[in-house]
């Protein structure tokens, strides 16, 4: 059966192979010619056709002009701060590049004077261009004679502690004319020198605050330009009077 099979597709091909190369044709068996006549014949109105040459060939339509460039986007307005929320603080100047610096100080600041300052200085100078500090200075006691009426009143005394061998010097300042036997720290330590002396034969002497306790402020600018001097003086006024800027 198989052989059967297998004879039969040989003839078969065999068959097709003779029909598709003309071998055929005598017998009527030959498939569709495409030779030259018959495409003429398949033909369609073919002397509507015409050929033109490059100089007659119409010009081609010109191209879609290019769009306008977008006009360039506004620039973004500032988000708005939101609700509750506190607007940022400006930020202070920046050191004047190119100013030249120095490190200055003023000391002696009074304490009634010394807390506006430290305000002004938070509020408008940035905190690495500036330093503000305290000292404590302790009050000052005097075992002190006088006022004297005159200079002559104030030698005779002086011979007076002399021939007593008492040490004594100038009061100075407001006490003058006038004598000092001793300063002292507390008021403690000037009461016991009064009493020694009173044993000498002085009676007109007494205990007087030659300086009360004060806390004085040292400012110090350690990068100072021309410009944050002149600030600083300004905002401080009656702070650096007799006592001015000088260098570190």
Not at 36 to 44: A, K, N, S
Not at 88 to 114: F, N, W
Not at 134 to 163: C, I
Not at 179 to 208: D, H, I, K, P
Request: one cysteine or more; a neutral charge.
């Amino acid at each position: 059966m198989l052989r059967i099979a297998f004879l039969l597709l040989v003839l078969a091909n065999a068959g097709y192979y003779l029909w598709n190369h003309g071998q055929l044709q005598a017998l009527g068996l030959a498939p569709p010619s495409q030779t030259e006549p018959e495409r003429l014949g398949q033909q369609v109105r073919p002397e509507a056709l015409s050929l033109l040459s490059v100089d007659n060939a119409p010009a081609p339509s010109s191209a879609t002009p290019a769009t306008a460039p977008a006009s360039p986007a506004a620039p973004a307005a500032p988000a708005a701060p939101a609700s509750g929320e506190e607007p940022a603080a400006p930020a202070r100047p920046e050191k004047a590049a190119g100013q030249p610096t120095s490190c200055l100080v003023a000391t002696g600041i009074e304490d009634r004077h010394a807390e506006a300052l430290r305000r002004g200085l938070i509020a408008q100078v940035a905190s690495d261009q500036w330093d503000l500090s305290s000292t404590h200075q302790p009050g000052r006691w005097m075992v002190y004679m006088g006022k004297f009426p005159d200079a002559e009143f104030l030698e005779r005394k002086r011979a007076e502690l002399r021939a007593r061998k008492i040490d004594f010097d100038r009061a100075g300042g407001a006490l003058e004319p006038g004598l000092s036997l001793g300063r002292f720290s507390s008021e403690e330590a000037a009461t016991r020198e009064l009493t020694n002396v009173a044993r000498q034969g002085v009676r007109t002497a007494r205990v007087v605050q030659e300086r009360p306790d004060i806390t004085l402020y040292t400012l110090r600018l350690p990068q100072a330009t021309p410009a944050l001097r002149s600030q600083v003086e300004s905002m401080g006024g009656k702070a650096f009077e007799g006592k001015p800027f000088r260098p570190c």
